[in-house]
């Protein structure tokens, strides 16, 4: 199995910038799709980005490109991402999830990831 422990949350003014991290265990080899997902209070589980184990590959939900930058350090088992010019709409609890599956039309579906972690509360607030 894969353990995903997710960290960095935190409070942070609009325009600012946060970074998660999310640190996998256990049989991280089998490994092949990394990605986050959101969800704010009261909404459903949205997809904000994925990247390939390589992290050559990657793909950002609509609203997060050219703010969230997606990266995997593979030697420390753990991925990044990192948010800039944050709006109170991006307020969430983020959550990164793992696949052995590759990229497919189903990435941006919370039913294709097979490990996820407890989440990591974002607030944005001025």
């Known amino acids: 199995q894969v353990q995903l422990v997710e960290s960095g949350g935190g409070l942070v003014q609009p325009g600012g910038s946060l970074r998660l991290s999310c640190a996998a265990s256990?049989?991280?080899?089998?490994?092949?799709?990394m990605a986050w997902f959101r969800q704010p209070p009261g909404k459903d589980r949205e997809f904000v980005a994925a990247?390939?184990?390589?992290?050559?590959?990657?793909m950002y939900g609509n609203s997060m490109k050219g703010r969230f930058s997606f990266s995997i350090d593979n030697a420390k088992n753990t991925q990044y991402l990192q948010m800039h010019s944050l709006k109170p709409e991006d307020t969430a609890i983020y959550y990164c999830?793992?696949?052995?599956?590759?990229?497919?039309?189903?990435?941006?579906?919370?039913?294709?990831?097979?490990?996820w972690g407890q989440g990591t509360q974002v607030t944005v607030s001025s």
């Open positions: 999830a793992a696949t052995g599956n590759g990229f497919t039309n189903l990435l941006v579906s919370v039913k294709h990831y097979d490990y």
């Open positions: 256990g049989h991280t080899s089998s490994i092949y799709t």
């Open positions: 990247i390939t184990r390589s992290g050559e590959t990657t």
